[in-house]
């Protein structure tokens, strides 16, 4: 084994970020591509519709047990499986996915299983690849790249369909996860796993940890319901723009663009601010803000505002998930971290069908400025609970994980 030098970390830092952003080009291509494509294929939302729930079903199904195998087998080999599954699922999409409609979204779950497999893995790998200190910065950066492709990647990919077709671009997809397995295949030290345990005990384990570790299971919940607002305001605000302002879809675009330049600077700035701060105020904190502007916001909708608006809910909520995540990374224990990060992945996303659905209910009979004065309201009672309580520690910061 090489020795653990500064030069070594380094470029272990570069091979994860270069594992990254081939993994955040190629699910962007994917993510964006399939509802397309089941669009043209059937000429109605339903197909489409479909295709959006079967990508986001894996993460709530399996999620609370792909942890627990990813530890069993070790997160190299949980790597290599998670990716060459998906690369294996999208390229059969590719090939027969206009064949039957059943068959695109079973492969269309198949693909997000396998997604959220090699996701919890790389995590996993990470916090065995990199020594505590630069875990933030990794964690910064890699969010930095997915913040950057998910602004820039929905017109870059619109200009490619111009020339390929969807099977071509989703080819590409899988060519960019070849990539990413054989990046990781050579670059990453072999984590041998431990399954000496009964699966069901192992299982159990998890859950034991998971609760063991009282803030982060706190702020898993927490971080469950600010997901389930933030997703829901976003569609509310969209859908405000596109029936109320009557806005193009360039302009939407736009907008979408002034929320994503908010999310990579977000990312950027959290490193310093959180050394500043401390994690757990910037958790709190950064909600706090968040609601106070949404209540501002709902004041006066218009287009200033909701870009304002955007760019200040990316740049906080930004902060908050890098600071989550890597808070999670570094107070895990290393046998137990993929088993944690597949229940608390999700814990975080178990609020989202709500609240999507009580929208999709109810969203016709509020208006969208007092849903945000109810929210923003909510948001920071909630806060402002939770910074009342005896369970979290305030001045609390990253670096005394390390």
């Known amino acids: 084994m090489l020795p653990i030098t500064q030069e070594y970390v380094g470029e272990k830092l570069k091979?994860?970020?270069?594992?990254?952003?081939?993994?955040?080009?190629?699910?962007?291509?994917?993510?964006?591509?399939?509802?397309?494509?089941?669009?043209?294929?059937?000429?109605?939302s339903g197909l489409m519709s479909s295709v959006r729930l079967f990508e986001f079903l894996p993460f709530?199904?399996?999620?609370?047990?792909?942890?627990?195998?990813?530890?069993?087998?070790?997160?190299?080999?949980?790597?290599?499986?998670?990716?060459?599954?998906?690369?294996?699922?999208?390229?059969?999409l590719a090939v027969t996915g206009a064949v039957d409609q059943r068959l695109m979204v079973g492969l269309v779950f198949t693909s997000m299983g396998f997604t959220y497999f090699a996701a919890n893995s790389f995590m996993v790998q990470v916090k065995f690849e990199l020594p505590s200190d630069r875990i933030v910065n990794f964690t910064k950066i890699n969010s930095m790249v997915s913040n950057s492709i998910d602004s820039t990647g929905p017109a870059i990919i619109g200009l490619l369909l111009i020339f390929i077709s969807y099977k071509s671009a989703l080819i590409l997809s899988v060519l960019l996860l070849c990539l990413t397995l054989t990046l990781g295949s050579i670059s990453f030290r072999v984590n041998p796993g431990d399954s000496s345990s009964p699966f069901l005990k192992d299982f159990a384990k998890g859950f034991k940890v998971a609760y063991s570790l009282k803030t982060l299971w706190t702020l898993s919940w927490w971080t469950a319901v600010t997901n389930s607002i933030i997703v829901l305001t976003e569609i509310a605000i969209i859908f405000y723009c596109k029936k109320t302002l009557g806005l193009s879809d360039a302009a939407i675009g736009v907008l979408l663009g002034i929320s994503g330049l908010g999310a990579i600077l977000g990312s950027y700035f959290s490193e310093s601010l959180e050394k500043l701060f401390g994690v757990i105020k910037i958790l709190i904190f950064s909600i706090i803000l968040i609601g106070a502007a949404?209540?501002?916001?709902?004041?006066?909708l218009n287009v200033f505002t909701i870009a304002m608006l955007l760019f200040a809910e990316s740049f906080l909520y930004s902060m908050y998930v890098v600071c989550i995540r890597t808070y999670r990374l570094l107070i895990t224990p290393k046998s137990d971290?993929?088993?944690?990060?597949?229940?608390?992945?999700?814990?975080?996303?178990?609020?989202?069908?709500?609240?999507?659905?009580?929208?999709?209910?109810?969203?016709?009979?509020?208006s969208v400025d007092r849903l945000l004065s109810w929210l923003g309201t909510f948001l920071i009672i909630g806060a402002l609970i939770l910074l009342s309580s005896k369970i979290l520690n305030l001045n609390q910061k990253l670096s005394q994980n390390y």
């Open 337 to 366: 971290i993929g088993k944690v990060s597949g229940i608390s992945g999700s814990i975080f996303k178990s609020l989202m069908p709500i609240s999507l659905g009580l929208y999709a209910l109810l969203g016709s009979h509020i």
């Open 60 to 92: 709530l199904l399996i999620g609370l047990v792909i942890g627990t195998i990813v530890d069993r087998i070790g997160s190299r080999s949980g790597f290599i499986i998670g990716t060459s599954g998906q690369a294996i699922a999208i390229f059969l």
């Open 15 to 44: 091979n994860l970020i270069a594992i990254s952003v081939f993994r955040a080009l190629s699910e962007k291509t994917t993510y964006f591509i399939l509802p397309l494509w089941a669009y043209e294929l059937t000429s109605s």
């Open 294 to 300: 949404y209540i501002i916001c709902s004041i006066n």
